[in-house]
T-cell receptor, first 113, second 112 residues
Framework: DQQVKQNSPSLSVQEGRISILNCDYT??????FLWYKKYPAEGPTFLIS?????DKNEDGRFTVFLNKSAKHLSLHIVPSQPGDSAVYFC????????????FGKGMKLTVNP | DGGITQSPKYLFRKEGQNVTLSCEQN?????MYWYRQDPGQGLRLIYY???????QKGDIAEGYSVSREKKESFPLTVTSAQKNPTAFYLC???????????FGQGTRLTVV
């Protein structure tokens, strides 16, 4: 039973445009959410996070939006750059982030020059 | 430089042999984790440890074993009981009660 779902396996966008990556969760105990970026044959790197007390968190070109009622979060990348091409994982945790992370299956983003 | 070191990067073993993957961190993190990545499967938790001398099974612990004798080290043994051991293995660590985990570069294990 998947608690964190990334339903679209891939996304392709043009350089300079917005990339929107979506994530849904089913466990209402989750209250802390993270996005990780992963290049092939490397470990994931932390990108941005959001607590359930917020509905938006911004860091440079990256913004994460959280809709608790819909159990949905999204990562916006504006403007998208070719170096953003990677697999992006959504992850969730309970108890303010102190519980172990549960990951989605990932989404491959390709940004075309 | 602080970080997490996994070794080796590539590992080949014959079927039926046990193999141990190394993970060392110098971030002074309390918690350490082992994940497995397979194509289309995302990251699945094998084992995790929140303090020294204590660890818990994750979602896919069967066929694996771990130890946590030192804060810095969390080795993973893939035993012959693991039916499909060929995968990319990732080690991670985090500060106590912190969600942000830092990952190593991974070990690609191939069993032939």
């Amino acid at each position: 039973d998947q608690q964190v779902k990334q339903n679209s396996p891939s996304l392709s966008v043009q350089e300079g445009r917005i990339s929107i990556l979506n994530c849904d969760y089913t466990n209402s105990m989750f209250d802390y959410f993270l996005w990780y970026k992963k290049y092939p044959a490397e470990g994931p790197t932390f990108l941005i996070s959001i607590s359930s007390i917020k509905d938006k968190n911004e860091d440079g070109r990256f913004t994460v939006f959280l809709n608790k009622s819909a159990k949905h979060l999204s990562l916006h990348i504006v403007p998208s750059q070719p170096g953003d091409s990677a697999v992006y994982f959504c992850a969730a945790s309970a108890k303010g982030g102190s519980e172990k992370l549960v990951f989605g299956k990932g989404m491959k983003l390709t940004v075309n020059p | 430089d602080g970080g997490i070191t996994q070794s080796p990067k590539y590992l080949f073993r014959k079927e039926g042999q046990n193999v141990t993957l190394s993970c060392e961190q110098n971030l002074n993190h309390d918690a350490m984790y082992w994940y497995r990545q397979d194509p289309g499967q995302g990251l699945r938790l094998i084992y995790y440890s929140q303090i020294v001398n204590d660890f818990q099974k994750g979602d896919i612990a069967e066929g694996y074993s771990v130890s946590r004798e030192k804060k810095e080290s969390f080795p993973l043994t893939v035993t012959s009981a693991q039916k499909n051991p060929t995968a990319f293995y990732l080690c991670a660590s985090s500060a106590y009660r912190a969600a942000e985990a830092f990952f190593g570069q991974g070990t690609r294990l191939t069993v032939v």
